[in-house]
């Protein structure tokens, strides 16, 4: 069952940082697209997080939101929306992001869908290791400033899930070396992730979706509309679903 308050509750995407940019090899579509990048991953010297949009081969672009969330989609492309919640500490949002994702950014890549992941706690805090696991994991994240290294991440993160929500994981010390092969080893990145700086924010940003009406994760909303489990049963079921 998947992640639910209150029992609150490996990435699709393989991702390779090549000199300037992250090669992102697509499971389900025979092609190699670039994603260009600038300098550092976005945390300056002053521990601030600078937000920069992922330029992506083909047009595509990766833009990490204010509110910890980041939209994945061609310039110009606003419908449909394809909204998705996802919690670190859930293993079915791991085997959702591994049996998905590769479809779900093929649809942003080819302008067909405008693709936002929303990273979130749906785990009480009285659901441990799984509700610190998942907010260490969803606030480090949040350290990250630029999209193409952002989505880097994640997938990282997805990578090294703990096995179940009774497991320890997401140490600060994993988070920080998840990062390195990344180039995420910036004093401002370190302190942020060590600091957990966002940890407040990612809870009432958490709040706010389960009070929108998210109830457990993973969940998929296209337009606004709450796909149902047989949506998201196969990637072809959920590509039918989001109209793509």
């Known amino acids: 069952?998947?992640?639910?308050?209150?029992?609150?509750?490996?990435?699709?995407?393989?991702?390779?940082?090549?000199?300037?940019?992250?090669?992102?090899?697509?499971?389900?579509?025979?092609?190699?697209?670039?994603?260009?990048?600038?300098?550092?991953?976005?945390?300056?010297?002053?521990?601030?997080?600078?937000?920069?949009?992922?330029?992506?081969?083909?047009?595509?672009?990766?833009?990490?939101?204010?509110?910890?969330?980041?939209?994945?989609?061609?310039?110009?492309?606003?419908?449909?929306?394809?909204?998705?919640?996802?919690d670190f500490a859930c293993p079915h949002c791991g085997d959702f992001d591994r049996k998905h994702d590769p479809m779900l950014k093929e649809l942003a890549v080819s302008g067909r869908a405008k693709v936002v992941f929303h990273p979130m706690v749906i785990f009480g805090e009285s659901t441990q290791p799984a509700h610190d696991n998942a907010l260490r994991a969803a606030s480090a994240l949040r350290c990250v400033g630029d999209g193409a290294r952002w989505l880097s991440y994640q997938d990282a993160l997805y990578a090294h899930q703990p096995p179940s929500i009774s497991s320890q994981g997401y140490s600060t010390a994993d988070l920080l070396s998840y990062a390195e092969p990344l180039g995420l080893t910036d004093d401002?990145?370190?302190?942020?992730?060590?600091?957990?700086?966002?940890?407040?924010?990612?809870?009432?940003?958490?709040?706010?979706?389960?009070?929108?009406?998210?109830?457990?994760?993973?969940?998929?909303?296209?337009?606004?509309?709450?796909?149902s489990v047989s949506d998201m049963e196969t990637p072809e079921a959920m590509r039918r679903a989001i109209g793509g």
């Open 188 to 227: 401002g990145f370190r302190r942020c992730v060590e600091s957990q700086r966002h940890a407040a924010s990612v809870k009432t940003v958490s709040r706010g979706y389960i009070s929108s009406g998210v109830q457990g994760t993973p969940s998929v909303r296209v337009n606004g509309h709450t796909l």
């Open 1 to 86: 069952m998947p992640g639910k308050p209150p029992k609150r509750g490996n990435g699709g995407l393989a991702v390779a940082l090549i000199g300037g940019g992250v090669v992102l090899a697509l499971a389900l579509v025979a092609a190699v697209l670039v994603i260009a990048q600038d300098g550092d991953g976005g945390g300056g010297g002053d521990g601030e997080v600078r937000l920069r949009v992922g330029r992506i081969a083909g047009g595509a672009e990766a833009t990490p939101l204010p509110d910890g969330s980041l939209a994945m989609a061609r310039p110009g492309v606003t419908s449909p929306v394809v909204d998705v919640y996802e």
